[in-house]
């Protein structure tokens, strides 16, 4: 067994403990730099960064999850975004109110575009994850010996795995991710690889998988895995105790902001498997087995409480005053 089994075994048997507090967050501003490949690196202990193992060059794209206070701020300009556009629109509405009333006066048939009245359900904002998101995977090695490594120095948070993305396509893992935490002065190391897929979507073993298959069909044949990294991923340079597998979590959903293909990653066992469509968070359903059996064996336990010297006390002062 790899160290980094050994690992993800410490992890899954302390699910249910709280974790450290994590370092506070600044949301104003959200800065990432790839560290590249150097004899000598120098880290910020105050900063995060998240190590990716993969087999070659693959743009992956990740969001930190926003904080409630940056949510709110967002919401705020939201709020006064739209204000402006529905002044904007009550100025826009009467000067196309008065050029089609001017119309109908001469006769003549009025053909201006009524405007859209910006409204909380019509009107469109960035959401707060896409001010919080970044690439990497693709350039700027860190290592390239053995196995390639991409070292991203970024804000300390939460991180969800969103997909894969280039300037002319994309995958989203939006039925089914991962989150993991970033810590400060610590380094999430985690793994990308590309499964190939059957005609079931079961993994398969190479390319042969995509014989013969048309272009589209050879895309829904290439399946996301996120996994833990390999030893490779102890690069020398790392200090030692900085470098912790990542701990995932699943993600049920998450929005196809970019509008691309809808995705998911494979199955990893003991934390995520699906149900055709339904996401399945494997350690919250042990949870839940050991919470119901815990009731069950708890409300046994209760009827058990009366012992056998309660019952013959009874039973005999029932006898005493039958009659005789």
Known sequence: MTVWKLLLAAIISCSLMPGPAMAAQDDDEFETRAIRDRKEISLDPTKAYILLQSGGGVPLTFFREPTQAHRDRVAAERAEGLAKAREKYA??????????????????????????????????????????????????????????????????????????FSSV?????????????????????????????????????GREAMRG??????????????????????????????????????????PNWLGSRINRIQPIPGLIEYDRDRVIDVQAERRRELEEQAAAEAEAAEGEDQT??????NTSSVDETMPS
């Open 308 to 313: 056998p010297s309660e019952v013959d006390e």
């Open 169 to 205: 396509d994309g995958d989203c893992a939006c039925m089914g991710t991962v989150k993991f935490e970033a810590a400060a002065g610590k380094i999430a190391a985690l793994q990308y690889l590309i499964i190939f897929l059957d005609e079931k979507g079961q993994p398969t073993v």
């Open 91 to 164: 100025k826009e509405k009467a000067s196309y109110d008065r050029a089609r009333e001017s119309f109908k006066k001469r006769g003549r048939s009025f053909r201006g575009k009524k405007p859209t009245e910006p409204t909380e359900s019509n009107f469109s904002w960035p959401a707060p994850e896409l001010s919080q998101m970044f690439s990497m995977g693709q350039s700027g090695h860190f290592a390239k010996d053995g196995a390639s490594l991409y070292l991203h120095e970024v804000p300390p948070g939460t991180y969800v795995f969103y997909g894969v």
């Open 213 to 254: 298959l048309e272009i589209d069909d050879q895309i829904t044949r290439i399946g996301m895995a996120i996994e833990l990294p390999s030893t490779l991923a102890l690069d020398p340079r790392l200090p030692r105790d900085w470098v912790v597998p990542a701990r995932f979590e699943p993600v049920p959903f998450v």
